[in-house]
């Protein structure tokens, strides 16, 4: 094989023994230096492990790497486990960070780490675990880091030598394969340049068929079309659905594909592949988060099939997906960042315009900003796709889980692992001492509500080192005797309300006595956490239990059809599976702290075998794939 000058440069490093990380754009063929990392350990018996920071990339991943290394390759993300003991073993980044923490030993037969989209370090709600990941790292691993094109790649390489001190070489490359060619809609008029929209004063809105019908003349499709809604992109699908994007030949083609996957994924009476079966018979489709798992990859498998011609998808689509197109288009520049709506960073464009342009088949890639000038001004438009892209920043929030690990392996001499960290390495003094009182302070609240007593972790300190990001309620709930007196079906519903999150003003339903009773008691026990948490001055708080789909929860325990149980919620059918997954995954955790008692974790299994079926069960949806 031929590599490009960067792919090769890092493979030259990787030969010498050499820890890697790789800056380059999206669609310039990072995976490649992966594989040639996973194939020189098959060849010298050695294990790899390769993470990704979300689970459908993680599950796209072990399929793509299933068609080339067969057997050797095995999957763990949570809610999926198959062949574990695989050479190569593709897992979530938490999966890793709890095996850093937990089980070190069970790292021992892996040579390589390969951590995909590596600056998911900067993500404020996840970032952390790549940064404890890295840290804790065994010392017999080498990393290979992939990432997109951040600026301060060479600082982020030497904090991770000064931790590990030894060499750590970076290769960088800000060229792309295919060159990206910028267009703008403006006033229902589209320019190629975006001065020319200045000349522009009248306010006449963009109309999508004017993009469309600009798009076939110029031979732009297919097109992924980024819209920062669900709803929207659902609307905007409905809106082309007057066009017909496809031939006699490719329309009877699409639809024995689409109709064989809904066949193998039992989706042909589901009604939202009803609903979206027109659309695709003419070469149109949509994909969101709220959409069943097993229909997303329907639509996935259809756009890599060249069928699809325009696809309606946030942004999700854009992270690490090898899905490339001729055409993307923006819809807007704007996007709900946390908690609140905020421009477009430019590293989060490239991410998504870096799908635009398929390598060996066009010339170049075609990117369409759809412009508001009511919303927008040129001035950020400009910064947007021209400016430089942002530093990676740690995002570091210690978890009580990770705090008790740290304790039960290092004491009092744990405070001596900050200065280890990024936060460490990139902040200001204030900065630092303030990071290091949230860590002592959170010490400090385990130590006085009996999680370490005599500088020994108690057995409700042994169980909540093993829960992840709800450790106190669980662990509160655990040693008030809760967890054994529930049923299957109050450990059902009490795992789902712990990991859901409602959105804002959704509404809670009728709860049977039952739930009510659960809820009355988690919340009281919530209630102390949080006064605890404001004493010590603790931020951000302890997640609080959400009972929104309790009533959901006990109608599919009961066995009744996943459609039906949807007229209890109004959270979108993709959303519950999401959840029923994460509550299956929470309740794994409890089962497999050390502590729990062989009472509990028989109920545990009874009811994971409950909640893990038909659509929920994600590793049938991949073993049938």
Same mark, same amino acid.
């Not at 493979?11 to 310039?28: F, K, L, W």
């Not at 039992?266 to 009803?274: G, I, Y």
């Not at 959840?579 to 502590?595: G, H, S, T, W």
């Given at each position: 094989?031929? %590599?490009?000058? +960067?792919?090769?440069?890092?493979?030259?490093?990787?030969?010498?023994?050499?820890?890697?990380?790789?800056?380059?754009?999206?669609?310039?063929?990072?995976? =490649?230096?992966?594989?040639?990392?996973?194939?020189?350990?098959?060849?010298?018996?050695?294990?790899?492990?390769?993470?990704?920071?979300?689970?459908?990339?993680?599950?796209?991943?072990?399929?793509?790497?299933?068609?080339?290394?067969?057997?050797?390759?095995?999957?763990?993300?949570?809610?999926? /486990?198959?062949?574990?003991?695989?050479?190569?073993?593709?897992?979530?980044?938490?999966?890793?960070?709890? @095996?850093?923490?937990?089980?070190?030993?069970?790292?021992?037969?892996? =040579?390589?780490?390969?951590?995909?989209?590596?600056?998911?370090?900067?993500?404020?709600?996840?970032?952390?675990?790549?940064?404890?990941? !890295?840290?804790?790292?065994?010392?017999?691993?080498?990393?290979?880091?992939?990432? =997109?094109?951040?600026?301060?790649?060479?600082?982020?390489?030497?904090?991770?030598?000064?931790?590990?001190?030894?060499?750590?070489?970076?290769?960088?490359?800000?060229?792309? *394969?295919?060159?990206?060619?910028?267009?703008?809609?403006?006033?229902?008029?589209?320019?190629?340049?975006?001065?020319?929209?200045?000349?522009?004063?009248?306010?006449?809105?963009?109309?999508?068929?004017?993009?469309?019908?600009?798009?076939?003349?110029?031979?732009?499709?297919? =097109?992924?079309?980024?819209?920062?809604?669900?709803?929207?992109?659902?609307?905007?699908?409905?809106?082309?659905?007057?066009?017909?994007?496809?031939?006699?030949?490719?329309?009877?083609?699409?639809?024995?594909?689409?109709?064989?996957?809904?066949?193998?994924?039992?989706?042909?009476?589901?009604? /939202?592949?009803?609903?979206?079966? *027109?659309?695709?018979?003419?070469?149109?489709?949509?994909?969101?988060?709220?959409?069943?798992?097993?229909? @997303?990859?329907?639509?996935?498998?259809?756009?890599?099939?060249? !069928?699809?011609?325009?696809?309606?998808?946030?942004?999700? +689509?854009?992270?690490?997906?090898?899905?490339?197109?001729? #055409?993307?288009?923006? &819809?807007?520049?704007?996007?709900?960042?946390?908690?609140?709506?905020?421009?477009?960073?430019?590293?989060?464009? %490239?991410?998504?315009?870096?799908?635009?342009?398929?390598?060996?088949?066009?010339?170049?890639? +075609?990117?369409?900003?759809?412009?508001?000038?009511?919303?927008?001004?040129?001035?950020?438009?400009?910064?947007?796709?021209?400016?430089?892209?942002?530093?990676?920043?740690?995002?570091?929030?210690?978890?009580?889980?990770?705090? !008790?690990?740290?304790?039960?392996?290092?004491?009092?001499?744990?405070?001596?692992?900050?200065?280890?960290? !990024?936060?460490?390495?990139?902040?200001?003094?204030?900065?630092?001492?303030?990071?290091?009182?949230?860590?002592?302070?959170?010490?400090?609240?385990?130590?006085?509500?009996?999680?370490?007593?005599?500088?020994?972790?108690?057995?409700?300190?042994?169980?909540?080192?093993?829960?992840?990001?709800?450790?106190?309620?669980?662990?509160?709930? $655990?040693?008030?005797?809760?967890?054994?007196?529930? &049923?299957?079906?109050?450990?059902?519903?009490?795992?789902?309300?712990?990991?859901?999150?409602?959105?804002?003003?959704?509404?809670?339903?009728?709860?049977?006595?039952?739930?009510?009773?659960?809820?009355?008691?988690?919340?009281?026990? %919530?209630?102390?956490?949080?006064?605890?948490?404001?004493? $010590?001055?603790?931020? *951000?708080? /302890?997640? #609080?239990?959400?009972?929104?789909? #309790?009533?959901?929860?006990?109608?599919?325990?009961?066995?009744?059809?996943?459609?039906?149980?949807?007229?209890?919620?109004?959270? &979108?059918?993709?959303?519950?599976?999401?959840?029923?997954?994460?509550?299956?995954?929470?309740?794994?955790?409890?089962? &497999?702290? @050390?502590?729990? #008692?062989?009472?509990?974790?028989?109920?545990?299994?009874?009811?994971?075998?409950?909640?893990?079926?038909?659509?929920?069960?994600?590793? @049938?949806?991949?073993?049938?794939?």
């Amino acid at each position: 094989m031929v %590599y490009d000058r +960067f792919q090769q440069e890092a493979i030259d490093y990787i030969n010498q023994g050499y820890s890697v990380i790789v800056s380059a754009p999206t669609g310039a063929g990072k995976t =490649a230096i992966a594989e040639y990392v996973i194939e020189i350990c098959l060849k010298k018996g050695k294990g790899v492990i390769y993470t990704a920071p979300l689970k459908a990339l993680s599950n796209q991943k072990f399929r793509d790497f299933q068609n080339q290394y067969q057997d050797n390759i095995g999957i763990l993300t949570g809610d999926v /486990s198959i062949n574990p003991l695989a050479p190569v073993l593709i897992m979530t980044t938490e999966i890793f960070r709890n @095996k850093v923490l937990d089980e070190p030993e069970s790292l021992k037969a892996y =040579a390589w780490i390969i951590f995909d989209e590596i600056h998911y370090i900067d993500n404020p709600e996840r970032g952390t675990v790549w940064e404890e990941s !890295l840290i804790f790292l065994p010392e017999h691993m080498k990393i290979l880091g992939l990432s =997109a094109t951040i600026p301060n790649i060479k600082e982020f390489a030497q904090w991770i030598e000064s931790i590990h001190k030894r060499p750590f070489k970076t290769v960088i490359e800000d060229k792309r *394969p295919v060159p990206l060619h910028f267009l703008f809609q403006c006033n229902n008029e589209i320019a190629e340049k975006i001065e020319t929209l200045k000349r522009v004063h009248d306010n006449r809105p963009n109309r999508l068929n004017t993009l469309i019908n600009y798009l076939r003349q110029k031979d732009g499709l297919p =097109a992924i079309y980024f819209v920062f809604g669900r709803r929207r992109a659902e609307d905007l699908a409905f809106e082309l659905s007057g066009y017909n994007f496809l031939n006699d030949q490719e329309r009877a083609q699409i639809t024995h594909l689409f109709n064989e996957l809904c066949a193998r994924f039992d989706l042909q009476h589901e009604r /939202s592949a009803q609903i979206l079966y *027109p659309l695709v018979q003419r070469g149109i489709a949509y994909h969101h988060a709220g959409m069943l798992p097993t229909l @997303k990859e329907v639509v996935e498998r259809l756009f890599t099939s060249r !069928l699809l011609k325009v696809i309606f998808t946030t942004e999700t +689509f854009a992270l690490g997906i090898n899905m490339p197109s001729r #055409s993307v288009i923006f &819809d807007e520049l704007r996007k709900f960042y946390g908690r609140y709506i905020r421009n477009l960073k430019t590293r989060d464009f %490239y991410q998504m315009a870096g799908r635009a342009g398929r390598r060996g088949m066009d010339k170049q890639g +075609f990117v369409y900003c759809r412009i508001n000038p009511h919303h927008i001004n040129f001035e950020e438009v400009k910064r947007i796709i021209y400016g430089r892209p942002e530093e990676v920043k740690s995002q570091l929030n210690t978890s009580y889980a990770t705090i !008790l690990n740290l304790y039960a392996r290092y004491k009092e001499d744990l405070y001596k692992i900050y200065p280890l960290s !990024l936060h460490y390495f990139q902040s200001c003094k204030y900065e630092q001492k303030e990071a290091l009182r949230l860590i002592e302070a959170k010490l400090k609240l385990l130590k006085d509500w009996n999680y370490i007593l005599d500088g020994i972790l108690t057995q409700k300190g042994k169980f909540a080192k093993s829960v992840y990001g709800y450790e106190l309620i669980l662990a509160e709930l $655990y040693d008030n005797n809760i967890l054994e007196q529930l &049923d299957e079906f109050g450990l059902g519903v009490l795992s789902l309300a712990i990991v859901f999150e409602p959105r804002k003003n959704q509404h809670l339903g009728v709860l049977s006595k039952n739930s009510r009773r659960i809820k009355q008691i988690t919340e009281e026990i %919530y209630a102390q956490i949080r006064h605890k948490e404001q004493r $010590y001055k603790i931020y *951000p708080f /302890s997640k #609080s239990p959400a009972f929104h789909l #309790s009533t959901a929860i006990e109608a599919w325990l009961r066995g009744m059809n996943f459609n039906k149980i949807l007229q209890y919620t109004d959270t &979108d059918e993709g959303e519950v599976v999401r959840y029923f997954r994460m509550a299956v995954q929470i309740l794994r955790e409890i089962n &497999d702290a @050390k502590v729990t #008692s062989r009472t509990l974790r028989e109920k545990i299994r009874k009811t994971i075998h409950v909640i893990n079926r038909d659509i929920v069960d994600a590793e @049938k949806q991949l073993r049938e794939g």
